[in-house]
């Protein structure tokens, strides 16, 4: 083999990789070329650096100078290879994962729940004022729900609340009132609470009624506890919540629980009082029952009615949500429909 022989032969290997590497499409391909030409048995290169030895000293040199030469520009060829492929690889991966002309999504932040928002609203008034926030149980039994209401078993006043009962007896309260009784027997007066919570009826459900929705008990027991404490802080909570210019007004009810009872109105917003299509025609929205809390109940909670006296309220939240925000369908609060509670908020 003359020395020409040997230079042609590295220069063909090294034509002929650089051509190949310059067109493979896979790893896989690069790697049975490096095998090829490096390889440590029968690899191209290989083959022709280990006849080195056997050479003359001149040819040895030229030939020598000419692999090393062809070992770096092949070492070359395949890098250059290499980093194409693996930058086509990361261009389809994130091409199936990231469609960048995509329109965006943005995430949805939703806004307070209009019912809680307006629930920190009645206890950010009450917090100013001495009242302590306590929660009861959605699962109550027929005698706090009932009987320490001052409701007994059979009388039509049951009737009024359709109950959904459970198969071991108990029931969903169907108002938050039997807190008056449970936090009467937890906690020595002078008792001031207000007992917020969902309530439960086997109501069918339309625009105004649904067979859950939310009231905030009131409560507050003490020495000489009298109706004006309940008229005022009646009037003062609506004008904290609806504006200074709304009026309360008490109609006269009765509820097993308090003697004397009282509905608290509050003026309609629209027409101030002059009657519209809001309120009925009547000028005044009703907001909920209210009373002074009867001796019998004050007496099943252990306080003496004849020191301690009491009034006491059952407010729908959703109510007061619907009028302050002009809201005249009940099922929305419950719905959670995005769109709808945007509209709100
Ligand atoms: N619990 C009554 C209801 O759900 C509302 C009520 C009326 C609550 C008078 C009271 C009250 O605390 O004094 O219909």
Redesign the pocket.
């Known amino acids: 083999m003359n020395n020409g022989g040997m230079e042609n032969e590295i220069s063909d290997l090294e034509d002929d990789v650089a051509r190949r590497a310059a067109v493979s499409r896979t790893p896989a391909e690069l790697e049975a070329i490096r095998t090829e030409v490096f390889g440590r048995r029968g690899g191209r290169l290989s083959r022709i650096m280990a006849t080195l030895p056997t050479m003359p000293p001149a040819q040895r040199a030229q030939v020598g100078l000419q692999a090393n030469q062809a070992k770096k520009r092949i070492e070359e060829a395949l890098a250059a290879a290499q980093e194409r492929l693996t930058d086509a690889e990361m261009a389809v991966s994130l091409g199936h994962k990231y469609d960048v002309s995509f329109p965006g999504t943005a995430p949805r932040i939703q806004p307070i729940h209009v019912l809680r928002r307006t629930l920190n609203d009645v206890a950010e008034f009450f917090r100013h004022r001495g009242f302590a926030i306590v929660m009861g149980p959605e699962i109550e039994n027929e005698y706090y729900n009932f009987e320490a209401m001052n409701i007994p078993p059979d009388h039509p006043a049951r009737d009024s609340m359709d109950t959904f009962y459970l198969p071991d007896g108990n029931l969903l309260r169907t108002?938050t009132?039997p807190m008056?009784v449970r936090a009467m027997l937890r906690y020595p007066s002078p008792l001031a609470i207000l007992v917020p919570g969902r309530v439960y009826r086997r109501d069918a459900l339309d625009a105004s009624h649904s067979f859950t929705f939310h009231?905030i008990?009131g409560l507050q027991v003490d020495r000489g506890v009298t109706f004006g404490h309940l008229k005022a802080f009646a009037r003062d909570l609506c004008r904290h919540l609806f504006g200074p210019g709304r009026r309360t007004r008490f109609r006269p009810s009765y509820?097993q629980?308090?003697e004397p009872?009282a509905e608290v109105d509050v003026s309609c917003g629209l027409c101030d009082g002059a009657g519209c299509r809001t309120c009925g025609g009547s000028g005044w929205l009703e907001m909920?029952?209210?009373?002074m809390v009867h001796p019998k109940v004050l007496r099943e909670a252990g306080y003496d009615p004849e020191n301690l006296s009491g009034w006491?309220?059952?407010l729908g939240i959703e109510r007061m949500a619907m009028l302050r925000h002009g809201i005249d369908d009940i099922r929305v609060f419950s719905e959670n429909e995005p769109a709808a509670l945007d509209q709100i908020a």
């Open positions: 108002h009132s008056q009231q008990e509820f629980f308090t009872s909920g029952g209210s009373g006491a309220w059952g």
